[in-house]
């Protein structure tokens, strides 16, 4: 896959408001650039209408785990994602690529746990930079 998230090339995307998949061109998905057109009416032909995006969400939100079933570990505590950023700092330091890698995948991977993921590793990495800046 070459590009970013809009350039002019599809992606192959799913929607998770109605379970659609396809390829479509991300800016299709996230409005314009503030040049005053409006977002489509629709994400993707035959997705559900706008105004029933809200009940979507909710029901999206519904959805939400804060714990890691995966076989590999993901982190869901602040603890959890010091110590994968720890495990990656020591591998990379010591030139071992292939384990920076497989720490990596605590951050990377797909998991249904992703948004509480999220928010413990921007806790981590706020933690790592306030303790750097005070020892400075």
Not at 54 to 82: D, G, M, W
Not at 89 to 105: I, P, Q
Not at 118 to 134: E, G, Q
């Amino acid at each position: 896959m070459r590009g970013y998230p809009g350039a002019d090339q599809p992606w192959l995307m799913e929607c998770r408001l109605c379970g659609w998949k396809g390829h479509r061109f991300w800016s299709h998905l996230r409005g314009r650039n503030g040049n005053g057109i409006p977002r489509p009416a629709n994400r993707h032909p035959g997705c559900i209408p706008v105004k029933e995006h809200p009940l979507a969400l909710i029901n999206l939100t519904a959805e939400r785990k804060y714990e890691c079933a995966c076989e590999f570990q993901h982190p869901t505590s602040v603890e959890q994602a010091q110590d994968i950023f720890r495990s990656i700092e020591v591998a990379v330091n010591a030139g071992a690529a292939m384990r920076a890698t497989l720490y990596s995948r605590g951050i990377l991977e797909p998991c249904p746990a992703s948004s509480r993921r999220a928010l413990v590793l921007r806790a981590a990495l706020d933690r790592r930079a306030n303790r750097r800046k005070n020892q400075a």
